[in-house]
């Protein structure tokens, strides 16, 4: 089965950086849309940025546009979060998923496979 897993979150001061990387097991997937999502409490699930087989990325915060840059590896299955200039607001619980589709430009939720999530706390 695939299986997918995130890791890098942790504690951070305001100002610091962070890199979130996704790996992705037990398949090989060609044709493939790969996303982050965050979620803080209270709130919903918010679409961060998305990337395809090909390296092309669709960006969905705004806010995040300039601080927040998604990449991938494709040859280690490894997906990427560069996270900079972090901020209180950031904080959440942050995901993975992958769907092997070349239908939309991000994974869909009721499709994907979806990481445990690792948690980003930004402090001031």
């Known amino acids: 089965q695939v299986q997918v897993e995130e890791s890098g979150g942790g504690l951070v001061q305001a100002g610091e950086s962070l890199r979130l990387s996704c790996t992705v097991s037990?398949?090989?997937?060609?044709?493939?849309?790969m996303g982050w999502f965050r979620q803080a409490p209270g709130k919903e699930r918010e679409i961060i940025a998305c990337?395809?087989?090909?390296?092309?990325?669709?960006s969905y915060s705004g806010p995040l546009k300039g601080r927040f840059t998604i990449t991938s590896d494709n040859g280690k299955n490894t997906l990427y979060l560069q996270m900079n200039s972090l901020k209180r607001e950031d904080t959440a619980m942050y995901y993975c998923?992958?769907?092997?589709?070349?239908?939309?430009?991000?994974?869909?939720?009721?499709?994907?496979?979806w990481g445990q999530g690792t948690q980003v706390t930004v402090s001031s």
């Open positions: 998923a992958i769907e092997p589709t070349w239908r939309t430009s991000c994974p869909r939720p009721e499709f994907a496979y």
């Open positions: 037990g398949s090989t997937f060609f044709t493939y849309r």
């Open positions: 990337i395809n087989q090909n390296g092309a990325t669709t």
